[in-house]
């Protein structure tokens, strides 16, 4: 039996409220836009361009695969355009829909958004102490192999429409 000390407690809250704000800010997003974070990643990146499905993968730190699904899921809801490259008739060129312009223009920043903003303004010491301890943390878990993206969501990122709608409308399919 590990008895807790108040340092341990104090790591495991910190933990759960970050998990907590992840998962509040998630479930908010998909409320108010019908997005999850991933998608709202992909519309935010693709902005006023015109991107691949590779480059906007590399661009957001997601597999192609991965990508290929969110855009899948964002072009069956009118949000994203598919057209061929006029200078390479072989590659697909991804953009934003004007549905999709207003989406992004309406929906709230996105946690890592104004993470990353904070994080930047403190000292290089600093960022570099958290990013240890962090590192650490995810090693101590047994989660320091994991794959993961730059992305503060909490679900699958591949997220269905089923599994959206659920938390939009929680306990409707029971």
């Known amino acids: 039996m590990v008895l807790h000390n108040t340092k341990v407690d104090q790591v495991l809250s910190a933990l759960r409220r970050v998990i907590r704000a992840v998962d509040l800010h998630s479930r908010q997003l998909v409320q108010s836009?019908?997005?999850?974070?991933?998608?709202?990643?992909?519309?935010?990146?693709l902005g006023d361009a015109s991107l691949s499905?590779?480059?906007l993968a590399e661009q957001v730190s997601l597999s192609q695969g991965t990508v290929t699904d969110?855009?899948?899921?964002?072009?069956?809801r009118g949000l994203v355009t598919r057209l061929r490259s006029?200078?390479?008739r072989r590659r697909v060129m991804v953009a934003l829909a004007p549905a999709g312009r207003e989406c992004l223009?309406?929906?709230p920043p996105l946690l890592q958004d104004?993470?990353?903003?904070?994080?930047?303004?403190?000292?290089?010491?600093?960022?570099?102490?958290?990013?240890?301890s962090l590192q650490r943390?995810?090693?101590m878990m047994d989660a320091g192999e994991l794959d993961a993206a730059p992305v503060l969501s909490s679900g699958s990122v591949r997220a269905t429409p089923e599994a959206v709608e659920e938390v939009v409308e929680p306990g409707a399919n029971e």
């Open 53 to 55: 499905a590779g480059a």
């Open 114 to 132: 104004r993470f990353a903003s904070r994080f930047e303004e403190l000292e290089d010491w600093e960022q570099s102490l958290l990013l240890a």
């Open 33 to 45: 836009h019908g997005l999850t974070g991933p998608q709202a990643l992909v519309l935010k990146a």
């Open 105 to 107: 223009a309406s929906s």
């Open 70 to 76: 969110i855009l899948n899921r964002l072009q069956q």
């Open 86 to 88: 006029q200078s390479d």
């Open 137 to 139: 943390i995810a090693a």
